[in-house]
Nanobody, 120 residues
Framework: QVQLGESGGGWVQPGGSLRLSCAAS?????MGWFRQAPGKEREFVAA????????RYADSVKGRFTISRDNAKNTVSLQMNSLKPEDTAVYYC????????????????WGQGTQVSDSS
């Protein structure tokens, strides 16, 4: 059973930065992040391959968010800069054996989520 644990959520002002982390119980899985805002469907944010050599981003976060991983620690991070009010959501970590699984809306393994909120 794959277990994922997110951390790093909190309150942030527009224009600010926040870094989310996800610790996985497995190694070398592709990993990524989704988010779900109130009243909206869960949407893809970013993903990274097991080796870290390939990344994917939603258009809405390109240039502002950066996904990275530390395979020695089985962790993935999401650095979020220039945050906007519309980035407010619960952010979920996801893992899968392939990056294509991670970017899909179903399949894979999910964390419990961490809240990112607009403090303005």
């Amino acid at each position: 059973q794959v277990q994922l644990g997110e951390s790093g959520g909190g309150w942030v002002q527009p224009g600010g930065s926040l870094r989310l982390s996800c610790a996985a119980s497995v190694s070398n899985y592709a990993m990524g992040w989704f988010r779900q805002a109130p009243g909206k469907e869960r949407e893809f944010v970013a993903a990274i391959s097991g080796s870290g050599g390939s990344t994917r981003y939603a258009d809405s976060v390109k240039g502002r968010f950066t996904i990275s991983r530390d395979n020695a620690k089985n962790t993935v991070s999401l650095q979020m800069n220039s945050l906007k009010p519309e980035d407010t959501a619960v952010y979920y970590c996801k893992a899968g054996q392939l990056i294509a699984i991670v970017t899909s809306g179903t399949s894979g393994y999910w964390g419990q989520g961490t809240q990112v909120s607009d403090s303005s």
